[in-house]
């Protein structure tokens, strides 16, 4: 039997009202060199039923007990027999044309760690049209590898506008080698409930050896579920994020020579924001997200944090991790944005 190309793993908690649409898009792939894994990740409404009833050759279903959903990707990653793994959310679209889109890749570009793909927002699928997308060109390709690898890295931090793709923030569309997750030991972390996409992400596009990127969309990315965790405030947001900040220290420390002043601006970035998003969040759950939200862009725009890419500020980022970030904490709580910002653009000028 030969190998299959391409396995999509498609975690399921109370999903059932977006399983029909799912298996729909699934259905209309016209290619046979796939399989597609769904996980029920202890699902309490009918999503079991649905998803018994969908059980063919290609579309293969396991109930496991709730572990979440780094668990239920870690879990159909190891049934998957795919060469490829490509990782979906149970209330999003998946193009018809993925697996076309990943045999063209292959055919330009040999055996990639990872392929990125274009993807669209949409709010109601009633008004996505997907046959749209699926008639463009199949643009142009951009290949990272070991001797352009620091261009990648820089793309984590301020990505190039003409990659229209998340490169750092999430993991659904992407199709991962196998063989390159499982020698890596590259499985999501169980502990985060929130951001472990980002997190995963990172790993794998710092360890990765060659990175392909296709300019044609393969997946729609809903933003109209409410029940969607996007849409709610998570308690360990801040320690989770800081996993985060701590893992690129490691994986960014090669390339500080090249990139450390947007290292700086994302690391404050991250870290400032993340308290502002926390201290706006501690009395109030799940009615003010808009309010919070351009809270925390009016800081990550502000002239505050593009001063700190001046190299006189070093010296705070040179700071062991706790004092760092006691001065953080210190800037946030007393509300020193507007004053530190005058203080930046004077230090520039001297």
């Given at each position: ?136 060109k199949y643009y142009f390709e951009k290949v990272w590898d070991e001797s352009n690898k620091v261009d990648l ?198």
């Amino acid at each position: 039997m030969n190998e299959i190309l391409l396995s999509i793993v498609i975690p399921c908690f109370n999903g059932e009202k977006y399983i029909a649409a799912m298996c729909a898009c699934i259905r209309q792939i016209p290619d046979e060199d796939y399989e597609v894994i769904f996980v029920n990740d202890g699902s309490t409404d009918g999503s079991r039923e649905l998803l018994e009833a969908v059980i063919s050759d290609r579309i293969k279903v396991f109930h496991i007990q709730n572990r979440g959903v780094s668990g239920a990707r870690n879990y159909g990653l190891k049934k998957a027999t795919g060469k490829y793994i490509m990782f979906a959310d149970i209330d999003d679209i998946i193009s018809s044309l993925t697996v076309t889109y990943l045999k063209k890749t292959l055919k330009n570009n040999k055996e990639p760690d990872i392929c990125l793909y274009r993807r669209v927002l949409y709010q109601n699928i009633a008004e996505l049209d997907m046959q749209t997308y699926d008639k463009e060109k199949y643009y142009f390709e951009k290949v990272w590898d070991e001797s352009n690898k620091v261009d990648l890295m820089r793309n984590l931090l301020r990505q190039d506008e003409k990659y229209e793709v998340d490169f750092g923030g999430h993991i659904w569309g992407r199709p991962y080698k196998k063989s390159f997750l499982l020698e890596n030991k590259l499985f999501f972390n169980e502990t985060m409930s929130i951001c472990e996409d980002s997190e995963f992400s990172l790993r794998t596009m710092a360890l990765a050896k060659k990175v392909v990127y296709s300019h044609a969309v393969n997946y729609f990315y809903c933003t109209g579920n409410a029940d969607s965790a996007i849409h709610k405030w998570h308690q360990n947001l801040l320690p989770t994020r800081k996993i985060i900040e701590e893992e690129k220290e490691i994986y960014f420390k090669p390339y500080f020579s090249q990139l450390g002043a947007l290292l700086r601006i994302s690391h404050i970035n991250g870290f400032m924001s993340l308290y502002v998003y926390d201290f706006a969040n501690r009395n109030n759950t799940d009615g003010i997200l808009k309010t919070r939200m351009k809270l925390v862009e009016a800081y990550h725009y502000s002239y505050f944090f593009r001063a700190f890419k001046d190299t006189k500020w070093d010296a705070l980022f040179k700071m062991e991790r706790p004092n760092k970030e006691k001065v953080l904490l210190i800037m946030t709580k007393m509300r020193l944005f507007t004053v530190l910002a005058i203080i930046c653009k004077l230090a520039r000028k001297r």
